[in-house]
């Protein structure tokens, strides 16, 4: 049985071996990706192989930057505790340095380059962390930005923030504190979209359906005109863009202003322009099934082993 070069990216990110392993694995495993599995164990990475089956749901969610870009990164663990393990957290910094330097297309581009500080590729440095801290760790995403970014940590790494502006202020006493706090925004009340025009237009559908559905539900609604419902559920859109677009939100510091207000505010007290381009947010685990441990059947299996 042949098999791709996906093939051994496949087995690379589900083992967490090397590439060299990974293909000389399912050579002789005649692209069998089960067998390749075995053989790596075999091979003397059976611990590495043996954990990456293991549901890796929490970790850390970061952002860092430096004067010319900035990054958000998520990168899991199976538990809360090596999270917080500092091996852990170097790690997650040298892979973040790495994504600064390297600019990587994707996860699987990021892998194959030498991390920041070491004679290793990134797949090695993860390979090397998984033996030594002893459980599974992915690489999960990342979000690079070019330029005047503002990146924030939401309680130690349960959520990160990063904002990308368009701005001659950036230098500017007062601009720091500005886009610090639209990204705690961001953090606080888990933003979707930019502005009005970010919205695709099958979410405001989907809005309106459910949101017409309700009022027939409703009998003081059912019976009136549609012409009525509609200027009703236009009413409700608004609402809408205003709870889930950050530039129409209602500032967290101070509700009688919006984010687009205090923009235009702070574009004034520095005698400049800012326009705020762009912004990533992740969730620690976010999407992810979470591990569930059963205790007794832990110590059952590790006595009968």
Do not use: W
Request: hydrophobic content about 40%; some cysteine; overall charge negative.
């Amino acid at each position: 049985m042949a098999f791709t070069a996906k093939d051994v990216m496949t087995l690379r990110q589900k083992t967490g071996c090397g590439m060299m392993d990974c293909k000389k694995a399912l050579s002789e495993a005649d692209g069998d990706m089960d067998k390749a599995v075995d053989i790596l164990r075999e091979m003397g990475l059976a611990k590495t192989a043996k954990k990456a089956s293991r549901i890796a749901a929490e970790g850390v969610a970061v952002a860092y930057s430096d004067d010319k870009a900035g990054v958000a990164l998520e990168v899991n663990a199976e538990t809360d505790f090596v999270a917080k393990n500092a091996d852990f957290q170097a790690f997650v910094k040298t892979v973040a340095d790495t994504v600064l330097v390297e600019n990587p297309a994707d996860v699987a581009d990021l892998l194959t380059k030498k991390a920041v500080g070491t004679e290793m590729t990134v797949a090695e440095l993860l390979q090397e962390k998984i033996q030594t801290i002893g459980e599974n760790i992915i690489i999960r995403r990342f979000v690079r930005y070019e330029g005047t970014v503002a990146t924030y940590i939401h309680m130690g790494g349960k959520i990160s923030v990063m904002v990308q502006f368009d701005t001659d202020v950036a230098d500017k006493d007062g601009f720091g504190a500005y886009a610090k706090d639209v990204a705690m925004q961001i953090a606080a009340l888990n933003t979707q979209y930019l502005d009005e025009s970010d919205v695709p237009a099958d979410v405001i559908e989907h809005e309106k359906e459910i949101m017409i559905a309700q009022m027939k539900q409703d009998p003081k609604m059912a019976n009136k005109p549609e012409q009525v419902l509609a200027k009703i559920v236009g009413g409700k859109v608004g609402k809408f863009y205003k709870e889930n677009c950050l530039v129409e939100q209602e500032f967290v510091k101070d509700n009688s202003k919006t984010v687009g207000s205090y923009t235009k505010e702070t574009e004034k007290a520095l005698g400049g322009y800012i326009k705020i381009i762009k912004f990533v947010r992740f969730e620690k685990g976010e999407g992810l099934e979470k591990r569930s441990d059963d205790f007794a059947a832990e110590v059952a299996a590790a006595v009968k082993g």
